[in-house]
């Protein structure tokens, strides 16, 4: 785990790695035409229907349901200690009142399989600063519902709820906040439904499982913010560890209707082998980094988001500090469409979303110095999903087919079309490298037997790995990038030869709302 702050590799420092780009922030008149792509309605109402659910959280039931056994808030260590007692498939109704658990600091709850737990209107659980964990094991098919969760202090990238990423569990219209380490852990089939997953130390979720991959995740109608209250970046720089969720080798997720603000950090971070994505309906805004970031992973849907004043600090930060790179609020490091993949999907598909007044829009990004085996791959000892033996990326056998293309994350196969792009400077209140599309890599030089160095992966991604912009709306004084961070384009050089990218799509560069 751990990643991944987007800087150059330097040969004498492997390990600070890469991501440089463009500069330049001059507005330049383009083409006026009328608008093909009309997607702020669709994406728009995705905000309409959220529920705001950390104002106005469903209450739970008001009395026990029939059967189940009633857990009381004046008895300390009541709740583990009936858990333990019962069988399983038993439902727990917790009374109102703040419930706690014994005061060592591994107390938890441990579920049976099949059981439920359902908090009455004014339930908490409170780990009063003591306790690591909530809820912990391996049973499958565990229920929490209408239940505040807080105060806990999981260390850095664990979690309160579900601490051991059990499978098939239901987390739905819960408050998690207030606790160090992650809100919630992830596994298998989990459903993550209409909660408050609000001011954790590290992330809202971590969508995260020590064994083997998760597959089936749903992520629906939730309020994900202010997460990474504990300033992680600031305290392990460099470390890519914050945000509102971060997903870990997730094969297949459902990201829709959620609410994901104000986080101090990425809003929601895909991050090395994921697959199958998802995201769509939701509404990311005000998050102090990027959106989203979509980093080596695989085959994705993102449609009919709204995306809104986002990257605001982080990029401005790194504008103040002369780095031009194109820090975008959506952003796609070695992640591509992969045909040989099984998903939903062969492609990345970013469609009918609207974006307005956020750091920059969206860069994709390949570090060449960054594969398999390569001491500047950040995802220490993973490997692509395409090589088995990661020991097979070595010189002289990846020099050549197939081993060259399948050692390396790629950003191939993007398709960017239908989407409106707002800026208007005044509101981002910005001057310089807020304005930019992007689509580029570094000059290859790390290591020294690397295939990759010069500028072969910059060609290609901007050439040859079927990336495209179409059929788009763009309001504002846009530029945009291409192959390096040299190559600061108006939108007639962007869409003339040799880029040729938003056929069909129109700017109107003196507009910005």
Known sequence: MGIKKRHWALAAAPLALALLATTGCESTPGAKAESKAAPSTSAASGARSLARVCAKPAAGPAKAPAGAVTVDPTVVGDL??????????????????????DPDRYAQVVPKEGNRYLGAPGAVLDGGKKNQYAFGGTARNVTIRYLTVQRFVAPQNEGVVNHDSADGWAIEHATIQHNSGAGLMAGVRQKVRANC??????YGMNAYKATGRISGLVVEGNEIVGNNTGDWERRRKGCGCTGGIKFWAVNGADVRGNWVHDNR???????????????EKNVLEDNDGAALIYETSYNAVIRNNTIRRNNGVEGRREADRGDTFPFATVYLSESGGEPRIRARTNKIEIYR???????????????????????ANTSSGDCTLLVKDTDRCAKPAIATAPLYADCRWKTQRVDIHDNRFVLDKSVVKCTVKCDRMAVLANYGTYPDWSPYQGERVAEAITNRQHNRWHDNVYLGPWKFV?????????????????????????????AGG
């Open 482 to 510: 291409a192959q390096d961070q040299s190559r600061v384009l108006d939108f007639g050089q962007w869409q003339g030869t040799p880029y040729q990218q938003d056929a069909g799509s129109t700017l109107d560069s003196r």
């Open 80 to 101: 583990a200690a009936k858990t333990k007692s019962s069988p399983p498939n038993t439902t727990f109704w917790l009374r109102p009142g703040k419930h706690r658990l």
């Open 265 to 279: 950090g990425t809003g929601l971070w895909a991050d090395t082998n994921n697959n199958d994505f998802r995201i």
């Open 353 to 375: 979303n609207v974006l307005e007044n956020n750091w920059s829009g969206i860069t994709l990004w390949e570090n060449a110095d960054r594969f398999c085996n390569s001491p």
């Open 197 to 202: 997953l609000r001011e954790n130390g590290q």
